[in-house]
């Protein structure tokens, strides 16, 4: 029944408007049909939607990696444009979501270890640690360094 073209028409439909507010809907169902819309995705990310939204976690996870490097550096300036609780959390879940994007996060995780909150800063020193060391900065490297001892 999943196979039916109506099925992938309908999502991919949802998904042609980046800016619906339900954008995000569409994701799981995209993904149970084997459907990636990338383009999507990143067209998506382009309308500055809240860091909290679903569909950050879901480009990380998906876009593959020659898109990762883009989808950081949309997050990174949407953050800086952002204050207050979405701020906060915002950097809790990228020092999360970082953790298999050695390559590309560490100015985002630099920013988290940074962070008022413990809670943000314990999960960005955790990621850090999971990195394989051959993939550090030189300035990542000698920040695990630091706190490692």
Do not use: K, N
């Amino acid at each position: 029944m999943l196979r039916a073209p109506r099925w992938a028409a309908l999502v991919l439909g949802h998904l042609a408007d980046p800016r619906r507010p339900d954008f995000h809907l569409a994701l799981r169902p995209a993904e149970v049909l084997g459907l990636t819309p990338t383009a999507a995705l990143l067209a998506r990310l382009e309308t500055g939607p809240s860091l909290l939204e679903p569909t950050w976690a879901h480009a990380l996870r998906h876009c593959g990696r020659q898109h990762v490097a883009r989808i950081l550096d949309l997050a990174e300036r949407r953050l800086a444009a952002t204050s207050g609780p979405e701020h906060d959390h915002a950097l809790l879940l990228f020092a999360h979501l970082l953790r298999g994007h050695p390559e590309h996060g560490w100015p985002l995780l630099r920013y988290a270890l940074t962070s008022g909150a413990p809670e943000t800063r314990r999960t960005a020193s955790s990621t850090l640690a999971a990195w394989p060391v051959d993939a550090l900065t030189r300035e990542a490297a000698a920040h695990l360094r630091r706190t490692t001892g």
